[in-house]
């Protein structure tokens, strides 16, 4: 039993380019996702303030009208092993796709990220929304449903083989020459729908003997496998309504498959505009708005909507379209949001290509702490992840200003109490899933 008030929790989004579509533009942005020394500084930054984690989004393909953070980025599970390197506290958390994917190349991956880091890995569990990966692999892209059957059987075989071996299993005992105690071994023997596994694992439970597992798909089936299986959560809502509803949808979708709630911690994104008055702020995005242009942003909104808007006036309303089969739950978010605001083709678009439909909160410090802490308080959040519209400033503007008054509130921790992620997080070691040992 803690005595701890409840705290949030802080992710770091990063993305080389920053998070709006024209915050590399801006004169003080120092753009590139291959800029190993920025993402090194700005990870550095985020450690400092003692954020949980930072995370990599990931994807598959490229295109030149893609989000500049997009069109070239770091395989992040490489980037995060240099960047463990150079950090100690931090939680590492990359993307990795469960389409495109092998259940034994991920766990292998993770786990030993896990050990290179001391207990710091997390993977976020994607099932690739978008179809036009097909063409950079030698498989046909399946239908939404049936992604997140594959993801469910592939997160299942994930765990199964980072349990492949007990927690003492390499005994190393020079004296009796055995290295690794055979009656220590689990064969996990997995033969399923989708996938076949032997194992076990060539690499021992690593140090969180589960790496920590986000989710972040928000459709019923994306929901479920959060319920069943995540520790983490990111959606994207842009309103506590909202957000309040997710929350209350998750938690009881998570106490249906017999979990606790409170272990499971729900982190919507939120792109902080901070000024020194309100006016400051708006200018602020103002500025950044006025170097998008509206055919960059138009192929964004598209995406997001999964139908092309082509035969559509961008100054009318936007029509009712058929459900998309690439992300179901952010075409939804966006539709209700062009509803709510009465937004035109074209203004739903500019704002997509400022935060990608993730809440935005444009103001003073203040007003950014007091938004936080009313989603936080209100059943909205557990805490956020933060995307600074461009990179080092956005951020510094966030740790320098808004940090301060979330700890002096209360609301988050002035230093670490542990040393991996899952401390960070709250959460147990897992035991290892029981299953008849192979001695
Ligand atoms: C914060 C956040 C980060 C995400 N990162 C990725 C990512 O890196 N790669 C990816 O393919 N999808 C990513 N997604 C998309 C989700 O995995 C999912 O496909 C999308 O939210 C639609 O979910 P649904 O199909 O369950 O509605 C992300 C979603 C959110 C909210």
Not at 97 to 125: C, I, K, M, Q
Request: glycine share 8%.
């Amino acid at each position: 039993m803690t005595t701890t008030p409840r705290q949030m929790h802080l992710g770091l989004f990063l993305q080389g380019a920053g998070h709006h579509v024209s915050g590399w533009r801006h004169p003080r942005a120092e753009a590139g996702s291959e800029n190993f020394d920025l993402l090194r500084r700005v990870t550095q930054m985020a450690e400092d303030a003692k954020f949980d984690m930072v995370f990599l989004a990931d994807g598959l393909t490229s295109a030149v009208d893609a989000h500049p953070s997009m069109i070239a980025r770091f395989e992040p599970l490489t980037l995060l092993s240099a960047l463990a390197m150079v950090t100690s506290r931090i939680g590492l958390a990359a993307t990795s796709s469960t389409t495109y994917g092998e259940p034994y190349h991920t766990a292998r991956a993770f786990a030993s990220l896990d050990h290179l880091s001391g207990g710091r890995a997390a993977w976020n569990v994607v099932t690739t929304s978008y179809a036009r990966t097909a063409n950079n692999f030698s498989k046909e892209h399946p239908a939404h449903d049936e992604r997140y059957a594959v993801a469910e059987e592939f997160v299942d075989v994930v765990c199964g083989l980072w349990d492949s071996w007990d927690d003492d299993a390499f005994v190393k005992d020079k004296a009796r020459g055995i290295y690794a105690d055979p009656a220590k071994v689990r064969v996990l023997d997995h033969v399923g729908r989708y996938f076949r596994a032997k194992g076990p694992l060539n690499i021992p439970r690593s140090p969180q003997g589960h790496p920590i597992l986000i989710q972040a798909g928000s459709s019923g089936p994306g929901q479920d496998l959060a319920a069943r299986r995540a520790d983490v959560v990111f959606t994207a809502q842009q309103t506590i309504e909202e957000a309040q509803k997710f929350y209350a949808s998750l938690r009881q979708r998570v106490a249906g498959f017999g979990r606790d709630p409170s272990t499971v911690a729900v982190m919507p994104g939120i792109l902080p505009v901070i000024g020194r008055t309100l006016e400051e702020a708006s200018a602020k995005l103002i500025e950044l708005d006025h170097w998008t242009d509206i055919a960059s942003a138009m192929p964004l909104l598209e995406e997001r909507l999964g139908h092309s808007l082509a035969p559509y006036d961008l100054d009318g309303p936007l029509p009712d379209l058929p459900l998309s089969d690439q992300l179901r739950s952010r075409a939804e978010l966006l539709t209700e949001l062009a509803r709510r605001e009465n937004l035109t083709i074209r203004q739903l678009a500019l704002r997509v290509a400022a935060g990608r439909g993730h809440h935005m909160i444009v103001g003073t410090a203040t007003d950014v702490a007091d938004r936080m802490q009313a989603w936080f308080e209100g059943g909205a959040a557990d805490g956020f992840n933060v995307m600074p519209p461009f990179f080092p400033d956005g951020l510094s503007d966030f740790v320098r200003e808004v940090v301060p008054l979330l700890q002096e509130r209360g609301l988050f921790r002035t230093d670490y109490e542990g040393a991996t992620l899952r401390d960070h997080l709250g959460l147990a070691r897992p035991e290892p899933e029981q299953r008849a040992s192979a001695g």
